[in-house]
Nanobody, 123 residues
Framework: QVQLVESGGGLVQAGGSLRLSCAAS????????VGWFRQAPGKGREFVGA????????YYLDPMKGRFTISRDNDKNTVYLQMNSLKPEDTAVYYC????????????????WGQGTQVTVSS
């Protein structure tokens, strides 16, 4: 089992930036792809993007391309989600999850999840 902890959420004005972190205590974390998802109030869970276990491949949902960047530091067992040019519609709880392919974009394809971190973007 892999335990994940997200952090870095908060309140930011539209146009601002935030960097979320997803940290794991297990070394096995570095052998997994990591995906980011979000869930806005009253909406279903939405895929944001993912990164391969090695960090050399990423995949993003189209609305996030160019604004969001996922990276990882396997020495620190941490994956990051850098979010720039934030919009009010980016307001959601953001979750990280581990899976076996960075190209998975459905939540059911991920095995372990963090508890989420709230991101609120004010207009």
């Amino acid at each position: 089992q892999v335990q994940l902890v997200e952090s870095g959420g908060g309140l930011v004005q539209a146009g601002g930036s935030l960097r979320l972190s997803c940290a794991a205590s297990e070394r096995t974390f570095r052998s997994y792809a990591v995906g980011w998802f979000r869930q806005a109030p009253g909406k279903g869970r939405e895929f944001v993007g993912a990164i391969s276990w090695s960090g050399d491949k990423t995949y993003y949902l189209d609305p996030m391309k160019g604004r969001f960047t996922i990276s990882r530091d396997n020495d620190k067992n941490t994956v990051y989600l850098q979010m720039n040019s934030l919009k009010p519609e980016d307001t959601a709880v953001y979750y990280c999850a581990v899976g076996h392919s960075y190209y998975y974009n459905r939540g059911s394809e991920y095995d372990y999840w963090g508890q989420g971190t709230q991101v609120t973007v004010s207009s």
